[in-house]
């Protein structure tokens, strides 16, 4: 029998010799590689933190201690021993294990985590609400896949290190940030380090240098100089010993007994310590540990395992996100003052082309937010162009910067927000529901949505040459509808405009972005039933065209506001307020995602479920014109 069919908790994991730990890494390995084949799913951290996950369930006595896993996707062999291996085909499928970690899923996910860096402020929250009720257990926050290169991590290390409180910091460096290369040397610290002799004997001596009598007493601070200077320069951790958590490592993450020997002695100190573990992402998939982290950092479904090849030739369109990269290397080689700027995801928001065409002008910032818009910021104030490419999603976490560093200065920073909308199985971390809600609240800020390819490259060109102000464009996680030639080709969409796609008698539909193929749908369909309306593209949301709002409202007294983003303070609840103040007698309704959490589903299945597919719509539309004759 395999031995991870034999584990259906930690404690059957617990069950097994040391010895069996090895072969039982291989199989999970290949039982993810399999899975991740056919459902798709962030594979590469997973892969690299397969013996890191097993050392830590077999150290330490879960769930009773809490491990807080930083970036749910290294969650994925945690999950195969927690009991979810058997259901784990239905790995982001709808109504099945979720692709990140989720609390109401097990009671061995202590936090939910989507996005980087939240492992240490959370798990160092779970520290003190122990303490405060006077519990007694372990918490072992494990950082991880670059989140080093977040902000979030340094503020929770800075308020954690200097208690003490008992508390444990892992430091999964899997090359993506700061990883030293695991050598002779590093092997012999690490094994001195967590030698109990060692730390009884450092400890010794701290104490004898604070306690030295009479004359001695100048001994002390020279004998405490000497220790910081050799603890310099032979181990890289002071950094962390100086925000003050007790280092241990350099420690092969794919060394078993290592790790097992180091979390078993780590945890029977106190206060903050990290252990700093080496790790390989994408180990044991021979495509992955070959090539680029980022391209093997997750798959869609349906490749071959071995290569990772897509087994089926995609006959769709090119996607948005990679019109989006082409299309700003070419404006890139075509305007000497266009830089671009993203946050560790070049080519998950198409800007690898960039890197390519321009790289003395592509700025890769790592997974800090905040600090790319205020980096933009600064340099449009030098008189360059700023692009900023950041899932819709992540550029939450900056939503200070976008106001107070660009807005609040008129400075002409373009946001381009990727995975805008819903993103399928990616799920409820990851969706891109709320930047037109929250754009629109930004003073001055331009803020647009794309009906195509076409249109995108349009509004990008017409976002550069916008000099009054910031700017946003957002695009969805979907093929682009329509083949889209190269950028040159292309005249900025000219700015403040809508565009009428079909004129009708009746009620008017006011799509945004994806929204108006699925209107224009929904407009034939209703068309064969003998009810005839209006679809305008409302590519500009702010400012909106009030010249062709003026001509829809004096032919149409029901408009309907169809958005894929949040129906909350979206672009619907913004043009009611609007049409208010100047058509009373007019009736506006917003039909957008509504006021719930969407779990992971195919987008066309999140799509109907929200009521914003051609049928969805179609349906709402004869609802309120049914209403309206009601009412008359």
């Known amino acids: 029998m395999p031995l991870l069919d034999r584990i259906h908790s930690p404690a059957d994991l617990r069950a097994l010799s040391r010895e069996e730990l090895r072969p039982l890494a291989?199989?999970?390995?290949?039982?993810?590689?399999?899975?991740?084949?056919?459902?798709?799913?962030?594979?590469?951290?997973?892969?690299?933190?397969v013996e890191l996950t097993i050392a830590l369930h077999y150290a330490f006595d879960t769930p009773r201690d809490q491990l807080v896993w930083d970036v749910g996707h290294q969650g994925y062999p945690h999950k195969l021993l927690t009991g979810r291996n058997a259901g784990l085909e239905s790995l982001r499928q709808e109504d099945g294990i979720s692709g990140f970690l989720k609390r109401t899923e097990s009671e061995y996910d202590t936090f939910g985590a989507g996005h980087a860096a939240t492992a240490i402020s959370a798990g160092f929250g779970m520290a003190v609400g122990r303490d405060v009720k006077g519990e007694d257990f372990k918490?072992?926050?494990?950082?991880?896949?670059?989140?080093?290169?977040?902000?979030?991590?340094?503020?929770?290390?800075?308020?954690?290190?200097?208690?003490?409180?008992?508390?444990?910091?892992?430091?999964?460096?899997?090359?993506?940030?700061?990883?030293?290369?695991?050598?002779?040397?590093?092997?012999?610290?690490?094994?001195?380090?967590?030698?109990?002799?060692?730390?009884?004997?450092?400890?010794?001596?701290?104490?004898?240098?604070?306690?030295?009598?009479?004359?001695?007493?100048?001994?002390?601070?020279?004998?405490?100089?000497?220790?910081?200077?050799?603890?310099?320069?032979?181990?890289?951790?002071?950094?962390?010993?100086?925000?003050?958590?007790?280092?241990?490592?350099?420690?092969?993450?794919?060394?078993?007994?290592?790790?097992?020997?180091?979390?078993t002695a780590v945890r029977a100190f106190k206060g903050p310590r990290l252990v700093h573990v080496i790790t390989q992402k994408g180990k044991g998939f021979p495509a992955g540990e070959h090539a680029a982290g980022e391209k093997w950092h997750a798959l869609p479904p349906g490749h071959d395992p071995s290569t990772g090849k897509q087994l089926k030739a995609s006959t769709a369109n090119p996607n948005y996100t990679s019109v989006f990269g082409t299309g700003l290397a070419q404006l890139s080689l075509e305007r000497k003052d266009v830089v671009t700027v993203t946050a560790a995801m070049p080519s998950g928001t198409g800007t690898g082309a960039v890197a390519k065409a321009v790289p003395d002008r592509f700025f890769d910032v790592g997974i800090a937010e905040g600090h790319a818009v205020t980096f933009a910021a600064g340099m449009a104030t030098r008189g360059l162009h700023p692009v900023v490419a950041i899932y819709s999603t992540f550029l939450q976490r900056a939503y200070d910067n976008v106001i107070h560093d660009v807005a609040l200065q008129h400075l002409p920073v373009v946001f381009a927000m990727d995975r805008a909308g819903l993103v399928g199985e990616d799920g409820e971390t990851h969706?891109?529901?709320?930047?037109?809600?929250?754009?629109?609240?930004?003073?001055?800020?331009?803020?647009?949505?794309?009906?195509?390819?076409?249109?995108?490259?349009?509004?990008?060109?017409?976002?550069?040459?916008?000099?009054?102000?910031?700017?946003?464009?957002?695009?969805?996680?979907?093929?682009?509808?329509?083949?889209?030639?190269?950028?040159?080709?292309?005249?900025?969409?000219?700015?403040?405009?809508?565009?009428?796609?079909?004129?009708?008698?009746?009620?008017?539909?006011?799509?945004?972005?994806?929204?108006?193929?699925?209107?224009?749908?929904?407009?034939?369909?209703?068309?064969?039933?003998?009810?005839?309306?209006?679809?305008?593209n409302c590519r500009y949301l702010k400012p909106h065209d009030e010249v062709?709002?003026?001509?829809?409202?004096?032919?149409?007294?029901?408009?309907?506001?169809?958005?894929?983003?949040?129906?909350?303070?979206?672009?619907?609840?913004?043009?009611?307020?609007?049409?208010?103040?100047?058509?009373?007698?007019?009736?506006?309704?917003?039909?957008?995602?509504?006021?719930r959490i969407i779990y992971a589903a195919s987008r066309a299945r999140q799509l109907a479920s929200c009521g914003l597919d051609a049928a969805g719509i179609a349906e709402r539309v004869r609802a309120l014109h049914e209403s309206e004759a009601l009412a008359g």
């Open 431 to 536: 969706m891109g529901l709320y930047d037109i809600a929250y754009m629109l609240a930004v003073p001055g800020m331009t803020v647009t949505a794309p009906k195509d390819g076409r249109e995108m490259l349009g509004l990008l060109r017409a976002g550069v040459n916008h000099d009054a102000g910031p700017f946003s464009l957002r695009y969805p996680r979907d093929a682009s509808p329509d083949l889209v030639p190269n950028i040159a080709d292309i005249e900025p969409t000219p700015y403040g405009t809508w565009e009428v796609v079909r004129h009708g008698k009746e009620v008017a539909i006011l799509a945004v972005g994806t929204m108006v193929g699925q209107s224009l749908a929904a407009a034939e369909t209703l068309a064969a039933e003998g009810l005839d309306v209006t679809v305008v």
């Open 139 to 263: 918490v072992v926050s494990i950082l991880g896949d670059g989140a080093l290169t977040c902000g979030l991590a340094y503020e929770g290390l800075n308020n954690a290190g200097h208690t003490d409180r008992d508390f444990i910091v892992v430091l999964n460096d899997n090359e993506m940030s700061i990883a030293p290369n695991v050598g002779a040397m590093s092997k012999y610290l690490n094994s001195v380090q967590r030698n109990p002799l060692y730390n009884r004997l450092r400890s010794t001596l701290g104490d004898l240098a604070g306690s030295m009598p009479g004359p001695l007493s100048a001994v002390g601070p020279l004998m405490r100089k000497w220790e910081e200077s050799v603890k310099a320069f032979l181990t890289p951790g002071v950094l962390f010993e100086e925000l003050g958590f007790r280092y241990f490592g350099p420690i092969d993450g794919h060394d078993t007994d290592a790790l097992v020997e180091t979390f």
């Open 26 to 49: 291989e199989e999970m390995r290949a039982r993810l590689v399999d899975v991740c084949s056919r459902t798709g799913g962030h594979i590469g951290a997973g892969l690299g933190v």
């Open 548 to 595: 062709t709002l003026a001509a829809i409202l004096a032919e149409h007294k029901q408009l309907l506001v169809v958005e894929e983003g949040t129906v909350v303070n979206g672009f619907g609840a913004y043009l009611a307020s609007i049409v208010e103040r100047h058509e009373p007698g007019v009736r506006v309704q917003a039909h957008g995602v509504p006021d």
